[in-house]
């Protein structure tokens, strides 16, 4: 009998990361947690759709002490704004409640959360986060519509802020660009790159702006954004709508509550394959996710899920991914977005990203290692993003970015591009980057801007080990290694925290959990792997 040779079981860590590749390839559209701003948003446009109590029970859950929804420095800004106008939407309706959730519950929360607008979030600071220009403003004009509908019709619901309106110093929420796209849209389509602020940029959710005729391009979603979608079909939408199927099928993934932005499938592919190529680890990447990413990719670039327009940040990891593992694409499509000193993200934006720039930097970087007679064609722009994030490190030696609430993500992106691809003159901020990562470590290993996370520390730990930090390779590895140890001791993927920016800021679930298997992978190849300080 002829015997076949066994075959050798992969190491632990090598099982996960085939497990995370065929989990990505099964989901269809990528995980994202679920957001605070889009279910408000659902409770107030859509309580025609399943789970609309369980929504209101996810709000009440999530509503802070202090009375705010979201993350501190401004970032609860949005989610609170729409929380408290999701509710005064429910507490005028009259079967309103979820369970354990009374009138009375929702008034209590209702006045919470307006005390922490007044008292702080009004005229706090204003995060550069999706459309806040539009959101807020938007949120804060139908508060005060609420405010002054329940005053006049049942003042007791309100109690002590009956007949009240809000106000705000901030001048990023004075209305005046969301007035100017409101008075454009009457007249004209909504741009590509707002239908995923449909919500907030069209008056009273459904009237005004269509973002196109018939039915929404890709799952049924406007912008791959629930809120959007809801707003888009209105109040009383035909059940076989495909809007209508999409929203069922996003609010039935968590039971109710729904993500700020899904699908995100080109993105957490791209990202997940880039994390494993430097990890170290053997894989084999799935012919279905490079098939994907292919064919999503056009001479235009490709973007975070289809639904979306194109930009370069999902491009560049996109090429960077696919070259990685054996397909490399010419990167012509890049140059669409190159700008006078950087590369921007979409056509038009407010503020470039460091991130992007980075990701960049390594899409070019790598082709032409790999193309060497493409020195010539991409060497000039090599060149020129190098020079702007090197302008862009802040003094501490960290980045900060558009795309993330934390600067160890940013410092991350750009430290490591800079490290490969930045040449000779960069590496006295690469080494910046990496004595700030070991300066602000947290005593129990890991990092984070407002408290330890997966995802923060996972990228100190690569910062470390692909650096090539100089000094007491001791030190470098007892960092990592402790923060290999904070990794391995507290991960809980339901609960990793948003720090993406969207309207409201996410987590990438699948994304941050790749990113902490190199972090692993990486850190364990380290001396002391497992030490202490």
Same mark, same amino acid.
């Given at each position: 009998m002829l015997e076949v040779p066994a075959q050798p079981t992969p190491a632990p860590r090598e099982a996960e990361a085939a497990a995370l590749l065929a989990a990505t390839v099964q989901d269809p559209w990528g995980l994202v947690a679920p957001s605070v701003y889009d279910t408000a948003r659902l409770v107030s446009l859509a309580p025609w759709l399943d789970g609309? !109590?369980?929504?209101?029970?996810?709000?009440?859950?999530?509503?802070? $002490?202090?009375? +705010?929804?979201?993350?501190p420095d401004g970032y609860g800004l949005v989610p609170t704004l729409s929380a408290v106008e999701a509710l005064l939407t429910e507490l005028a309706r009259t079967d309103s409640g979820a369970p354990h959730l009374s009138p009375d519950d929702l008034a209590a929360a209702c006045a919470d959360g307006l005390g922490a607008l007044r008292d702080g979030l009004l005229a706090g600071p204003v995060p550069d986060t999706i459309g806040v220009e539009f959101v807020a403003? +938007?949120?804060?004009?139908?508060?005060?519509?609420?405010?002054?509908?329940? #005053?006049?019709?049942?003042?007791?619901?309100? *109690?002590?802020?009956?007949?009240?309106?809000?106000? +705000?110093?901030?001048?990023?929420?004075?209305?005046?660009?969301?007035?100017?796209? !409101?008075?454009?849209?009457? $007249?004209a389509p909504l741009p590509e790159k707002l239908w995923h602020t449909l919500e907030a940029v069209t008056r009273d959710g459904t009237r005004g702006a269509r973002p196109h005729e018939g039915a929404p391009p890709h799952n049924g979603s406007v912008g791959c954004s629930p809120a959007?979608?809801?707003?888009?079909? *209105?109040?009383?939408?035909?059940?076989?709508?495909?809007? &209508?199927?999409?929203?069922?099928? &996003? $609010? @039935?993934?968590?039971?109710?509550? &729904?993500?700020s932005i899904t699908p995100i499938v080109y993105f957490e592919q791209a990202w997940v394959l880039n994390s494993l190529a430097a990890s170290g680890l053997r894989y084999e990447a799935p012919a279905a996710l490079l098939d994907s990413l292919e064919a999503g990719l056009t001479d235009e670039g490709i973007a975070a899920a289809p639904g979306l327009p194109s930009d370069s940040d999902d491009t560049a990891a996109v090429l960077f991914a696919l070259a990685q593992h054996g397909r490399p694409h010419r990167p012509d499509s890049l140059m669409h977005f190159r700008r006078d000193g950087y590369f921007s993200c979409f056509g038009v934006e407010r503020t470039p990203s460091t991130s992007t720039n980075a990701h960049i930097l390594e899409a070019l970087g790598h082709h032409v290692t790999v193309r060497p007679d493409d020195a010539g064609r991409y060497g000039a722009e090599i060149r020129m993003i190098s020079d702007w994030l090197l302008d862009n490190q802040l003094p501490d030696g960290s980045w900060m970015d558009k795309w993330h609430a934390s600067p160890y993500y940013a410092t991350a992106c750009c430290a490591l591009a800079l490290a490969e691809f930045g040449g000779p003159s960069a590496r006295a901020a690469v080494d910046r980057?990496?004595?700030?990562?070991?300066?602000?470590?947290?005593?129990?290993? /890991?990092?984070?801007?407002?408290?330890? #996370?997966?995802?923060?520390?996972?990228y100190m730990v690569q910062l470390l080990m692909r650096t090539r930090t100089p000094g007491s390779p001791g030190t470098v590895a007892r960092s990592a290694?402790?923060?290999?140890?904070?990794?391995?001791?507290?991960?809980?993927?339901? +609960?990793?925290?948003?720090?993406?920016?969207?309207?409201?800021?996410?987590?990438?679930?699948?994304?941050?959990? @790749?990113?902490?298997?190199? =972090?692993?992978?990486?850190?364990? @190849?380290?001396?002391? =792997? /497992? *030490? *202490?300080?």
């Open positions: 609309h !109590r369980e929504r209101l029970g996810y709000l009440a859950k999530e509503q802070n $002490q202090d009375g +705010s929804w979201g993350a403003p +938007s949120l804060l004009a139908d508060i005060n519509t609420r405010l002054a509908a329940l #005053t006049e019709q049942a003042p007791g619901k309100l *109690g002590a802020w009956a007949g009240t309106t809000l106000t +705000s110093p901030a001048p990023d929420l004075d209305g005046a660009l969301l007035a100017g796209v !409101r008075e454009m849209t009457e $007249q959007a979608t809801a707003a888009w079909l *209105g109040a009383a939408p035909d059940p076989a709508a495909p809007g &209508v199927a999409y929203l069922r099928d &996003v $609010q @039935a993934r968590f039971g109710g509550p &729904v993500p980057a990496a004595a700030w990562a070991l300066a602000t470590q947290r005593a129990d290993g /890991s990092w984070g801007r407002w408290q330890g #996370t997966t995802e923060e520390t996972a290694a402790r923060g290999c140890d904070a990794l391995l001791a507290h991960d809980d993927p339901a +609960s990793y925290p948003g720090l993406w920016h969207d309207k409201d800021i996410y987590a990438p679930v699948t994304v941050i959990r @790749a990113a902490r298997l190199a =972090a692993l992978a990486l850190g364990g @190849a380290a001396p002391a =792997a /497992s *030490g *202490g300080a």
